[in-house]
């Protein structure tokens, strides 16, 4: 597949080299579709450790050495990886947010005990924000931490968590009350075999992955696991979702640009009319419009990404690249289907598994709408 964005000067050499090795490791190991059949878990498990042992997931997270994540090198990944497997895009990602507050905010004891784990791929992570009243909505927060000697006391629930069920550890985020809304609010790293920390049940999902609801019951955690500033939890999260949500829109940039790959091939085998699918004037302008989306999205990832690696706020930019991306990309693949015809439509088929895997990426890390107020609201300041 042609990657000419990959000239564009927001890229440094390493960032180009990075791309091409992962493209080539992708064609060599991964494949696209996973079913509601398949054993999600252990693909989940086994891609992790795949993505660790062949180095990848040393991008997730940051150096040992204090060097920052780099945002450019994360949404190169997730948007290669998303072209060849939606699940092994999930696994780096889960990766890289579940444990993005560590690499963030994290204390030197924090970084030490579970970045490496995170890096080599044995520790999976989980990053639990949404509740079953609070979504959009973070500030509706109920979750509590109470602080209790030494440590703190976590009672509530947690809900649509990604790796919920298989994750080594947690960052979860719990209402501490030092002042109302969201400013009350701290992060905590718990790991899974924490006593009073269950699995309240596990949720399947339209492109499957794993998933689970939490339930806190007088969890203890230690003061030692809170991450960043009690109160400023609110502020871990969104500075998390600074960097990730850029990705999530690098992400959709990667089914786009899959989705445009089996439209071209499909446009130009397919016979019809005596002519190929390709021939027909409307074919060309749907093809256009896709490619249009693909290349406008692929310009404002890479944007926002670049800015946050000078160091710049992204708020904006970031809101702009995930609403374009991953709104772009459904529309990018649900032309793609139509091309194909029946075929679009039938199990097993890419452009069918892309069609599942790009709706949630509307809707998580801030839905649409969400994107829209943040963007309306920074254009107004
Ligand atoms: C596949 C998947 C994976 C996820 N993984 C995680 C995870 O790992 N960790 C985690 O914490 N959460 C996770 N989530 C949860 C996700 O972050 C929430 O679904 C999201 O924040 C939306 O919250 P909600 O589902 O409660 O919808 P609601 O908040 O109830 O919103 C419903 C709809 O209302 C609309 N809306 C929202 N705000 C506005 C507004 N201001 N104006 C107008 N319309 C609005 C939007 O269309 C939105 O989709 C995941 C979700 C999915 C689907």
């Known amino acids: 597949m042609q990657l000419a964005h990959l000239e564009w000067p927001f890229f440094e050499e390493r960032h180009r080299a990075l791309a091409a090795g992962l493209d080539a490791w992708c064609s060599a190991t991964l494949s696209r579709v996973h079913g509601h059949d398949d054993d999600v878990d252990a693909a989940c498990v086994a891609l992790v450790q795949a993505l660790g042992r062949a180095g990848w997931l040393q991008h997730a997270i940051a ?27 999930f ?5 890289g947010l579940g444990s993005g507050p560590i690499s963030l905010d994290g204390t030197a004891a924090q970084r030490e005990r579970y970045l490496p784990r995170v890096a080599r791929g044995e520790a999976l992570a989980a990053f639990a924000l949404s509740e079953p009243d609070a979504g959009s909505d973070v500030a509706a927060m109920q979750c509590s931490a109470t602080l209790d000697g030494d440590s703190y006391v976590l009672n509530g629930e947690k809900t649509w968590i990604s790796n919920g069920g298989i994750a080594d550890f947690y960052i979860v985020f719990a209402r501490t009350g030092e002042a109302p809304g969201s400013r009350g ?11 009073g920390l269950e699995i309240a049940g596990r949720i399947a999902v339209i492109a499957p992955h794993p998933m689970a609801s939490l339930r806190f019951t007088d969890c203890r955690v230690p003061a030692s696991q809170v991450v960043g500033i009690p109160g400023q939890g609110f502020k871990v999260a969104m ?23 089996e439209a071209l091939k499909q446009a130009k085998g397919r ?9 027909l004037p409307l074919t060309q302008a749907k093809l256009a419009d896709m490619a249009c989306t693909v290349d406008s999205s692929a310009l404002l990832v890479y944007r926002s990404a670049w800015k946050r690696d000078q160091n710049q706020n992204v708020t904006r930019e970031a809101a702009m690249a995930k609403l374009m ?13 139509q091309l194909h015809g029946a075929r679009g439509v039938r199990v097993g088929e890419t ?11 509307r809707i998580y890390e801030g839905a ?12 107004l300041k």
């Open 91 to 95: 696994a780096f990602a889960m990766q």
């Open 239 to 261: 500075r998390t979702l600074d960097v990730f949500r850029t990705s999530v829109a690098a992400a959709a940039l990667g089914f786009a640009r899959r989705a445009m790959h």
């Open 368 to 379: 649409s709408e969400v994107q829209q107020l943040i963007i309306g609201r920074e254009l």
């Open 63 to 89: 150096g040992a050495d204090g060097q920052a994540i780099d945002t450019r090198a994360i949404c190169l990944l997730r948007e290669t990886l998303a072209r060849y497997s939606g699940l092994a895009d």
């Open 325 to 337: 991306a991953t709104e772009g990309a459904q529309r990018v693949i649900d032309s793609a289907v």
């Open 351 to 361: 452009v069918e598994s892309l069609y599942r895997e790009i709706r949630a990426l």
């Open 271 to 279: 016979r019809m009319f005596g002519a190929t699918l390709a021939e």
């Open 185 to 195: 609010i701290s992060a905590f790293i718990v790991d899974a075999d924490t006593p």
